[in-house]
T-cell receptor, first 116, second 112 residues
Framework: AQSVAQPEDQVNVAEGNPLTVKCTYS??????LFWYVQYPNRGLQFLLK??????LVKGSYGFEAEFNKSQTSFHLKKPSALVSDSALYFC??????????????FGKGTHLIIQP | KAGVTQTPRYLIKTRGQQVTLSCSPI?????VSWYQQTPGQGLQFLFE???????NKGNFPGRFSGRQFSNSRSEMNVSTLELGDSALYLC???????????FGQGTRLTVV
């Protein structure tokens, strides 16, 4: 079974400061890891993914995430936050052992609030 | 390229009725999956179709069913609606099984 934990319901950051949204995962095999963002009354927008390769993954809108296998973490980061980054962020995992056919398992989501 | 299109965007149904939701994937994408989003349970996987075959199913009752057509368009059906089925239903498509999924805007279903 696969699972994702996002330990913070809400993260508050001042505009211009660096931000981190935390994610830890559990899978029986190797993970495919994803970050999505959701704005009010909208679907999910893909930000970035880790499949294999470099542990530091760069994505859309200046976001990046670092895959840490020993800590089973995939934290989302951005060096300088913008007010427009305020949204609901989801971490998701898929177990590679399923051949990619498994559904995504999502965390509960973290509300990111960037204060001007 | 057009994104994933879900219709209708909003729907109000009465308890006991049935409903069909539609999803048109991104052109060339053969995999379509469905998710339910509620405030209490978050995002939960319903099922995934690839080349008209259901590849995987989440932990939902048999009232939830789906299908995929030869043009990759997919429909999801919920029979005997319950109040707890009120949710945002999201469809996602991807070109193959080892890639990221792209989501539609969702269909907001309200059961009264």
């Amino acid at each position: 079974a696969q699972s994702v934990a996002q330990p913070e319901d809400q993260v508050n950051v001042a505009e211009g400061n660096p931000l981190t949204v935390k994610c830890t995962y559990s899978v029986s095999g190797n993970p495919y890891l994803f970050w999505y963002v959701q704005y009010p009354n909208r679907g999910l927008q893909f930000l970035l993914k880790y499949i294999t390769g470099d542990n530091l993954v760069k994505g859309s809108y200046g976001f990046e995430a670092e895959f840490n296998k020993s800590q089973t973490s995939f934290h989302l980061k951005k060096p300088s936050a913008l007010v427009s980054d305020s949204a609901l962020y989801f971490c998701a995992v898929r177990d590679y052992a399923g051949g990619g056919a498994d559904g995504l398992t999502f965390g509960k989501g973290t509300h990111l609030i960037i204060q001007p | 390229k057009a994104g994933v299109t879900q219709t209708p965007r909003y729907l109000i149904k009465t308890r006991g009725q049935q409903v069909t939701l539609s999803c048109s994937p991104i052109s060339g994408h053969r995999s379509v999956s469905w998710y339910q989003q509620t405030p209490g349970q978050g995002l939960q996987f319903l099922f995934e179709y690839f080349s008209e075959t259901q590849r995987n199913k989440g932990n939902f009752p048999g009232r939830f069913s789906g299908r995929q057509f030869s043009n990759s368009r997919s429909e999801m059906n919920v029979s005997t609606l319950e109040l707890g089925d009120s949710a945002l239903y999201l469809c996602a498509s991807r070109p193959s099984l080892n890639t990221e999924a792209f989501f539609g805007q969702g269909t907001r279903l309200t059961v009264v």
